[in-house]
C-alpha cells in the first residue's frame, strides 16, 4: 500500500490543506490537494495544489512568484487532513495571500463585524503583473 493510499480522500478525490509557516508557526491559507499534488508536492519540496476554480493542479507562486518550501507534510489523526510546515518564498517573502497579506486568515470577527487584522505588503495588482508575459 503506499503512503498516498492511506489518506481519506473526499468524494471528488481531494483533501483538505492546511499551510503553517514553519518558524512563526502562523496558519497561512487553506487549500485542497488530489493525489497527483500531493504526490508532486513531495517530489518537489514545494507545494502544488488542485485549484477546484481552474479545476487543474495549482504551482503555489505560478503566477505571483511566492512559492512554498516545504519542510514536512503531516496528517491529522483520521487521516482526512494534511498539514504542510512550509517557509513561504518569493520575491517579497513572507506574502501567502492573493490579496498581498501575510496570511491568507488576516479577518477577525469583533463586535459584530470583520476587522483585518494584517497590513496589505504589496498590492496584488503589481505581484500579478510581475510574473505574466507582456
Known sequence: MSWLDEIKWDDKGLVPVIAQEALSGDVLMFAWMNREALQKTAELGQAVYFSRSRGRLWHKGEESGHIQSVHEI?????????????????????????????????SLYKDGQWIATEPVLKDPKTIYQQTKPS
Open 74 to 106: 503531516r496528517i491529522d489523526c483520521d487521516s482526512d487532513v494534511v498539514l504542510l510546515k512550509i517557509t513561504q518564498l518569493g520575491h517579497e517573502p513572507g506574502i501567502a495571500c492573493h490579496t498581498g497579506r501575510h496570511s491568507c486568515f488576516f
